[in-house]
């Protein structure tokens, strides 16, 4: 092992839900404590660098007087995405077992195939999340649900919703594949928990928001807060999704929903399926030189996408492609349990019948076979030298793209372990983006870390880095490419509650 991992600084330990390991009597001081460390502070003013500068996430957090806490809550200031270390004994009884699949799956208390029967409409892909939701708010496990709808006049921009009511959570159904600030409902619980109509929540996010979440997390005065997650990665603003839909899609205009599916192509639902069937884009046939700047500084340089501080987390990428007759809709999906809490907001849908009352869940064990690692090193590298302008001058052929992906899909990585191969190339190319921007940003546009020296990295993707640096495979591709540098800063613009992209952006100027 090199020392590529040395200059990282330790860990500096943090104790961020002290309630849980105390029970009741730190529950009481919290609730107690409800928003008086933040009643004075001012959410960021329009015009203002979000903390987090090119790195924000625009998680939401800032834009409520919980900015307070931006310091040790920001997934991507001081120890960052590393607090997860904490996190997850205080939250799931055990760290995370990085010597097997634990390292890029998170805590695993049970992990299975699921799907819901029948699917829910709307949803993105049979609807587990909606229907998990709504079973949760039915059976009197929780009084709300913090989930993500659309716009009115735009359904694929973020709207967080605290939704009430089960037709509300099912109005939020669907992936809105941009960056969201679900975390701007913090106010909102709060003065519904003063006002006595929530005590137990349901919130549904990505590890970014989860992350934040947590950190405030005793501060809203719940009696109990249940986090079903989703895995996340690759994330952008509205305007890099645009970008995206119009570099990829035949019909950008009536896309309703897209997946980087597990058989290498990029599978695009339409709004209406019998006018424009699902597009099959394979990954190698995308226009890459178009679609820069569709993914953003805080998706490159995250470190969570299994959603380590969620209760349960739902994705796709643990399952196995079930064929092209499948369409998403009834295809399976992973489910991973990490705790008790977890395990309840399953039960309640694992238990019914399907009849009056929604779809059941369907479940059977996981599968896992190939190897990964050839194929993550050839990613990596494809990756590295198309970043640098050496990759092919224009993208496969469709119909080469198409025998490649059926090819991989019937030799390479499935299952288990396609979710392992996706998680280890998108930590590794991550943590070269890390190195590579934020260490020469020295501390600019948000890092707190001093000049020169990169946040903290969770213990999981430290072991992925190690693992794959073993012969100094890693630091060869640093040494080779140093980077060029951070990006331009996330300001915030006028923005309000209804219209989240209306005016913000990042400063190209800085
Ligand atoms: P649904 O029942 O349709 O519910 C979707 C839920 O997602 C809704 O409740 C809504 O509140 C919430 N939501 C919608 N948009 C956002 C948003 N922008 N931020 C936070 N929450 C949101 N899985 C993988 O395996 N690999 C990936 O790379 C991956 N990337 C994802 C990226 C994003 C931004 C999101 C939100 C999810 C991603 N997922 C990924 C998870 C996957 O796409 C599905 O969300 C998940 O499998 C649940 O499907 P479902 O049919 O049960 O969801
Ligand atoms: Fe604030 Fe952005 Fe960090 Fe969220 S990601 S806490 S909005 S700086
Ligand atoms: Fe947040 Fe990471 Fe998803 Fe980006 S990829 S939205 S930083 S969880």
């Known amino acids: 092992m090199s020392d590529l991992l040395n200059p990282m600084p330790a860990f500096s330990g943090l104790h961020p839900l002290p309630g849980r390991l105390t029970g009741a009597r730190v529950e009481a001081r919290a609730r107690a404590n409800v928003i008086i460390p933040f009643a004075t502070a001012k959410p960021i003013a329009p015009g203002s660098t979000y903390p987090a500068g090119a790195f924000c996430s625009t ?35 055990r760290p995370r077992d990085t010597s097997g699949e634990e390292a890029q799956l998170g805590v695993i208390q049970d992990h299975f195939y699921a799907r819901a029967v029948p699917s829910v409409p709307g949803a993105q892909w049979t609807g587990i999340i909606t229907a998990l939701a709504c079973s949760a708010l ?31 959570v099912r109005s939020a159904a669907g992936v809105k594949p941009t960056l969201s600030p679900t975390l701007e ?9 003063k006002a006595g109509s929530i005590a137990r929540l349901l919130f549904i996010g990505v590890g970014c928001q989860v992350q934040a979440l947590r950190a405030v997390e005793l501060s809203l005065g719940l009696e109990k807060l249940y986090v079903l997650g989703t895995n996340c990665v690759d994330n952008g603003t509205r305007a890099g999704l645009n970008t995206f839909l119009e570099a990829a899609s ?30 099959r884009i394979p990954y190698f046939s995308l226009p890459a030189s178009k679609l820069t700047d569709v993914i953003a500084p805080s998706c490159y340089s995250c470190t969570d996408y299994a959603n380590g501080g969620a209760d349960c987390v739902v994705g796709y990428m643990g399952a196995p492609y079930g064929g092209d007759a499948t369409p998403m809709r009834s295809s399976w999906q992973h489910v991973v349990v990490r ?43 494809a990756d590295d030298a198309a970043r640098r302008g050496e990759g092919p001058r224009s993208p496969m052929p469709a119909w080469l793209g198409t025998i490649l992906a059926r090819l991989l899909t019937a030799f390479g990585p499935r299952g288990i372990e396609f979710a392992r191969y996706s998680v280890d190339y998108h930590a590794l190319r991550n943590f070269l983006y890390i190195r590579r921007h934020w260490a020469k940003g020295g501390g600019l546009g948000g890092p707190s870390s001093k000049a020169g020296s990169p946040p903290p990295l969770p213990a999981g993707v430290r072991a992925i880095v190690e693992s794959y640096d073993r012969d100094g495979w890693v630091t060869k591709l640093l040494e080779a490419d140093p980077g060029p540098g951070p990006p331009s800063r996330v300001v915030r613009k006028g923005r309000t509650r209804e219209g989240w992209w209306v005016g913000g952006g990042r400063d190209k100027s800085l």
């Open 59 to 93: 998680c939401g957090l800032c834009d409520t007087p919980f900015i307070a806490s931006v310091a040790t809550a920001c997934a991507f200031l001081g120890d960052g995405m590393a607090r997860l270390d904490a996190l997850e004994p205080a939250l799931h009884g």
């Open 185 to 193: 409902l913090l106010p909102e619980i709060v003065e519904s928990v």
């Open 250 to 279: 035949a019909s950008p205009a009536t896309a309703k929903h897209y997946e980087f599916h597990v058989d290498y192509r990029v599978h695009i639902v339409h709004a209406d399926e019998a006018a424009t069937p699902t597009e």
């Open 339 to 381: 705790n008790g809490r977890g395990a309840e907001l399953v039960g309640g849908l694992a238990g019914r019948k399907g009849s009056g009352g929604g779809p059941a869940l369907e479940t059977r064990p996981v599968v896992s076979s190939g190897s990964r690692t050839a194929l993550v090193k050839a990613t990596v590298e």
């Open 138 to 168: 039915e059976s009197g496990l929780v009084d709300a649900v913090a989930c993500v709808a659309g716009q009115p006049d735009d359904p694929l921009s973020p709207r967080p919703l605290l939704a009430r009511t089960p037709a509300e």
